[in-house]
């Protein structure tokens, strides 16, 4: 980190700086994050964030299973993850010093609430002695602030009653981060205003803790410690702070605005996909409709009857509603019709780690259905990406007329980035041809038609119910080829089987080759899927620095690869995967290429970081 003395201000600058915002569950870690986020976005930095959530929805107050954390990482350059150690911890309980201090650089900064090192709160973080009177923190700058009392006295006077007083001292802290690294007011104020419109004593309150919280840094002669991060230099244009759930939702909208088509998500709750089902519901304006259905298995099938009904059939769900989707996915394959399926991947197996990241279900996309049941896999690999990857699912869900798995993950999900809002000239077409007559003849010479008579791209016509003259079977059953009658000879089915698969490769073709970024004549190639980007990004960055040479290839097509993919591995003496799994990337590569292909795991419910995967790389390749 480059400092710099500004003296006219007293700030000094930096190029960049690691915030974590930590405390129970009740005490407003993730909207003090995000709105930290905000401010520093207007102000013009790129940022990562990395909020992260109790496993337990109601686990007990005060302890460590119940801490709830927002990670910033904001700079002056371009920047693609959250960051390896925070600079700056802001611990709003003892549990939450505890739990994430291990995480904080040596030397860092410590903000406390320090009215909330009581012996009640200290017994259940498994304190023996307070941290802020026995010198365990004597290797880091601390700054106690009594951020429940002066919350309470700031409100006193408002008429505000103690216990709803309380409420607003995650405020206090934002308003004391705030001014001790420069980031403007103005914004807040306007969001507190248009968030509790109608409630003016909650206004009042925010706004007097967040000002006390400013006030404190002030007189508590903490100008020694201000720090500020100047805008990054960013391409021209409009620019939005957007999470990777609600770019993927933009992206199915900007979908079926090329296509013309009406999008119908079909969608049971669950955790992390849920704020998909959330946002697209705000879209009737653009054709969108949603149903909330009682289980997955009826989310996927009322999906799969929009797309037969000549909708865009969209579905959402996490790693164990995949599973109980297997068997409708396994009837999209067979009918031949297009259906976006949203695997939000999270910790498992089960139930297993709902608010904490993973990339386990690479396999499952794969294999999870009965029989030869091929997919095409897309995965996006940046919150910002995820709007992108969803517009490329439904293109080849349309353009082949197959289900579509798009993997994203937790980590994307929820993390935020900077994106410039794209010129709707640049995406891509989707076109859509509904047939309007017949195709064919039956066994009597009569015209008919046929709803398994293909294109170039190996795709059967997409004929809406009720179309005259263009009434149809088809089913589950296995049908002949053409005609879609029922059929059980055995080489016809050895035929569809082996023609489903051909379609679903026959997608290659037309995929653009892979494009290297760094050294392509290093021994090394990193290769990276999913939300593995950014740490990749990063970690190649320093080392290529430190002058070690080494390529990277991000996979955006998981089934099938890209054309260019194996001519690009027998490249390199070393390629080495990182995967938030145990290697299915990995197995899938040298079973395909027979390339001796080295993984990088993870599987702590955390995503990499660039430190980790510098280390790993150089040992690995040793």
């Known amino acids: 980190m480059t400092d710099t003395v500004d003296s006219t201000n007293e700030l000094r600058e930096v190029e960049r700086i690691i915030i974590r915002f930590a405390g129970d569950s009740g005490d407003g870690m993730q909207l003090t994050g995000d709105r930290f986020t905000s401010a520093s976005a207007l102000f013009g930095n790129d940022l990562a964030t990395l909020p992260e959530f109790p496993a337990e929805i109601r686990a007990p107050a005060g302890t460590l299973a119940g801490v709830s954390a927002f990670q910033v990482h904001i700079s002056d350059h371009d920047i693609t993850t959250p960051g ?3 600079n700056v911890l802001v611990a709003m309980n003892p549990a939450a010093l505890k739990s994430d201090l291990g995480k904080l650089e040596p030397g860092g900064t410590i903000i406390v609430n320090s009215d909330a090192f009581e012996e009640r709160n200290l017994a259940k973080a498994g304190y023996e002695s307070n941290p802020l009177e026995d010198d365990s923190l004597a290797g880091y700058t601390l700054i106690s602030a009594p951020m429940t009392s002066l919350t309470k006295d700031a409100c006193a006077e408002l008429g505000v009653k103690p216990r709803d007083a309380d409420r607003s001292k995650n405020f206090f802290a934002l308003g004391l981060v705030s001014w001790l690294y420069a980031r403007p007011e103005e914004p807040t104020m306007i969001w507190i205003r248009e968030k509790f419109r109608g409630k003016d004593l909650v206004i009042a309150a925010n706004e007097a803790a967040y000002r ?10 903490l100008a020694a410690s201000r720090l500020t991060v100047r805008p990054a230099r960013l391409a021209p244009g409009t620019y939005t702070n957007i999470n990777g759930n609600t770019a993927l939702s933009w992206g199915l909208i900007a979908a079926g605005q090329q296509a013309g088509l009406p999008l119908f998500l079909g969608s049971y709750p669950i955790t ?16 969108v409709r949603t149903f909330q259905a009682e289980d997955e298995i009826a989310a996927v099938g009322s999906a799969l009857g929009a797309s037969y009904g000549g909708h865009i059939g969209i579905t959402t769900t996490s790693g164990p509603g995949i599973a109980l989707k297997g068997e409708t996915l396994g009837l999209a394959v067979s009918l031949e019709l297009p259906l976006v399926v949203v695997n939000i991947q999270r910790g498992g197996p089960s139930t297993g780690l709902p608010t904490k990241t993973e990339a386990a279900d690479l396999m499952m996309a794969m294999y999870g259905r009965h029989g030869e049941a091929p997919m ?4 996006a690999s940046s919150p910002a990406d995820c709007f992108d990857a969803a517009i490329e699912a439904v293109r080849i869900a349309v353009q082949y007329r197959t289900p579509v798995m798009l993997l994203s993950d ?11 809002l794209p010129d709707v000239e640049s995406f891509p077409t989707i076109d859509v041809e509904f047939p309007s007559k017949v195709n064919g003849l039956d066994e009597e010479g009569r015209e008919v038609f046929w709803p398994y008579v293909r294109n170039e ?24 080829d053409g005609t879609g009658n029922i059929s059980y000879d055995p080489a016809n089915h050895e035929f569809m089987v082996r023609l489903r698969d051909e379609r679903i490769r026959k997608i290659a073709e037309k995929l653009p080759p892979l494009e290297i970024v760094g050294d392509e004549d290093a021994e090394i190639l990193v290769v990276g899927w999913g939300s593995t980007w950014g740490a990749i990004t990063s970690a190649v960055g320093r080392l290529r620095k430190a002058g070690t040479k080494v390529a990277h290839v991000q996979l955006r097509h998981l089934h099938p690869f890209a054309p260019n993919l194996g001519e690009i591995l027998g490249r390199y003496r070393h390629v080495v995967v990182p995967e938030m799994n145990l290697g299915q990337l990995t197995k899938l590569l040298r079973a395909e290429y027979l390339v001796d292909a080295k993984v990088i795991s993870k599987v702590s419910g955390q995503p990499f970081t660039a430190a980790e995967l510098v ?4 040992e690995v390749t040793q």
């Open 84 to 86: 390896d150690a925070p």
């Open 212 to 221: 006390a919280g400013n006030a404190f840094g002030e007189t508590a002669e």
């Open 272 to 287: 992390p996909a849920s704020d998909i089902l959330h946002e697209l519901s705000k879209h009737k304006n653009f054709g």
């Open 376 to 379: 095409p896999i897309v995965a």
């Open 410 to 420: 937790g980590y994307l999900a929820n993390g935020t980035e900077p994106w410039r």
């Open 457 to 480: 791209d190996m795709a059967r016509p997409w004929a809406i119910p009720g179309t005259e003259g263009l009434m149809h079977r088809i089913g589950g059953i296995e049908k002949r």
């Open 615 to 618: 280390t790993a790389i150089e």
